[in-house]
């Protein structure tokens, strides 16, 4: 693979990260808990509303720039955009804002994500649709109704080709779990789990159990980039976006990759390339990771898409005791994740990895001075390598 210096590498930093509480329901519109966050993260950065000019959000997100920008009291803005693909545009949105840093558009970008899931009725697959994609046509009636039912599909197979077993997606869920436990903001803070709590746990879509989703939760969280120069000016210390990446592989088809000669290599592998072409480091360099947990399998595919095990290994990597804070060669999601933190689209993965950098987290990794961050595996995805100043 060849690297090269990138004009995006360490040009911009995160200075600043905020979020409000997380809930099953929090009694506050998506716009409210948007700019909670994003003054929260403000005020961590030592900057003023005012002198905000750039926006980088999600295509999903119901708060819009106009709203936002409003209701901050932001300055004039010069740069605005979304990502889209849901849980794969969490690290971009990181991304575009460093690069338009990078390229002068803007000098202090806010990027956010709120979301209300938490009711059961705000999920989209609670109302009956008007209609479906032509994909939808075919799937739906078979079945495939919930992204769930598709990553069920894509473990069976990883578990048919390499003999992957559910203990190796306890192993997962119980050490994220052990993380969340350690974290008073997270929702299962108070609430451990063994292996025989897992193995009880009800199906949901098999072989995949309750406790191998994510939470549905109602919260919202905001980070803060400034140029590297001006951020050894703000409080505290910077976490500078090393390096960034986004990945569609040929022939994507939703979760499931059907057209895909191999099933099992998404859109992380893709994005992988170019994340670590554009780095300085490696995988084996990484002190820390926050790896989207929509669903425990994505862990599995995105250890041997961002290159930390070969091909089939990955659930030997995690029977080892690999994810572990205190004791694994790559402590994975150290808040809790969306698994046992919250789900937000990823975006308290983001917020982590800057704590890790700062050397605040509960669960914080000794001597870590990097921390690799990615997005939803399964669809058009994301990454960012975040690294101390």
């Known amino acids: 693979?060849?690297?090269?210096?990138?004009?995006?590498?360490?040009?911009?930093?995160?200075?600043?990260?905020?979020?409000?509480?997380?809930?099953?329901?929090?009694?506050?519109?998506?716009?409210?808990?948007?700019?909670?966050?994003?003054?929260?993260?403000?005020?961590?950065?030592?900057?003023?509303?005012?002198?905000?000019?750039?926006?980088?959000?999600?295509?999903?997100?119901?708060?819009?720039?106009?709203?936002?920008?409003?209701?901050?009291?932001?300055?004039?803005?010069?740069?605005?955009?979304?990502?889209?693909?849901?849980?794969?545009?969490?690290?971009?949105?990181?991304?575009?804002?460093?690069?338009?840093?990078?390229?002068?558009?803007?000098?202090?970008?806010?990027?956010?994500?709120?979301?209300?899931?938490?009711?059961?009725?705000?999920?989209?697959?609670?109302?009956?649709?008007?209609?479906?994609?032509?994909?939808?046509?075919?799937?739906?009636p078979s079945g495939l109704l919930r992204p769930v039912d598709e990553v069920a599909m894509l473990a069976r197979r990883y578990m048919y080709e390499y003999g992957a077993t559910r203990a190796h997606l306890a192993e997962v869920a119980m050490a994220i779990r052990a993380h969340a436990n350690r974290n008073p903001a997270a929702l299962m803070h108070d609430r451990t789990m063994s292996l025989d709590d897992y193995m009880a746990s009800r199906f949901i879509s098999e072989p995949l159990c309750l406790f191998d989703n994510c939470l549905e939760t109602d919260g919202a969280l905001a980070?803060?980039?400034?140029?590297?120069?001006?951020?050894?000016?703000?409080?505290?210390?910077?976490?500078?976006?090393?390096?960034?990446?986004?990945?569609?592989?040929?022939q994507h088809e939703t979760m499931v990759n059907y057209y895909s000669d191999d099933p099992l290599m998404g859109p992380a592998w893709a994005c992988a390339q170019k994340l670590w072409s554009q780095s300085e480091l490696g995988p084996q360099d990484v002190d820390v990771a926050q790896i989207y947990d929509a669903f425990t399998p994505l862990i599995l595919l995105s250890l041997e898409g961002y290159g930390f095990c070969r091909r089939g290994e990955a659930g030997d990597f995690v029977a080892e005791g690999n994810l572990r804070w205190g004791s694994g060669s790559l402590p994975t999601n150290t808040s809790g994740g969306g698994l046992s933190e919250a789900y937000v689209h990823g975006f308290n993965l983001i917020t982590e990895g800057v704590r890790q950098v700062r050397g605040t987290s509960t669960c914080q990794v000794e001597g870590a001075t990097n921390c690799l961050v990615t997005s939803g595996e399964g669809v058009p995805t994301s990454a960012i390598l975040l690294r101390a100043g």
């Open 223 to 250: 980070v803060v980039l400034v140029p590297a120069a001006r951020a050894k000016d703000c409080p505290h210390p910077p976490a500078l976006v090393h390096a960034f990446g986004q990945g569609l592989n040929r």
């Open 1 to 140: 693979m060849t690297r090269r210096r990138s004009p995006l590498q360490d040009a911009a930093a995160i200075v600043g990260i905020g979020q409000t509480e997380f809930a099953k329901q929090i009694n506050r519109s998506e716009s409210q808990l948007a700019a909670e966050a994003v003054v929260a993260a403000l005020a961590d950065a030592g900057l003023t509303p005012g002198e905000v000019d750039g926006l980088s959000s999600y295509t999903l997100e119901t708060t819009d720039e106009v709203t936002l920008a409003k209701a901050i009291g932001a300055g004039d803005i010069t740069y605005f955009s979304q990502v889209g693909y849901g849980g794969g545009a969490g690290c971009a949105t990181v991304g575009h804002a460093a690069m338009a840093i990078a390229t002068g558009q803007a000098e202090v970008v806010v990027a956010w994500r709120s979301r209300k899931r938490g009711a059961a009725g705000s999920r989209p697959w609670a109302a009956a649709p008007t209609g479906l994609p032509m994909q939808g046509q075919w799937t739906r």
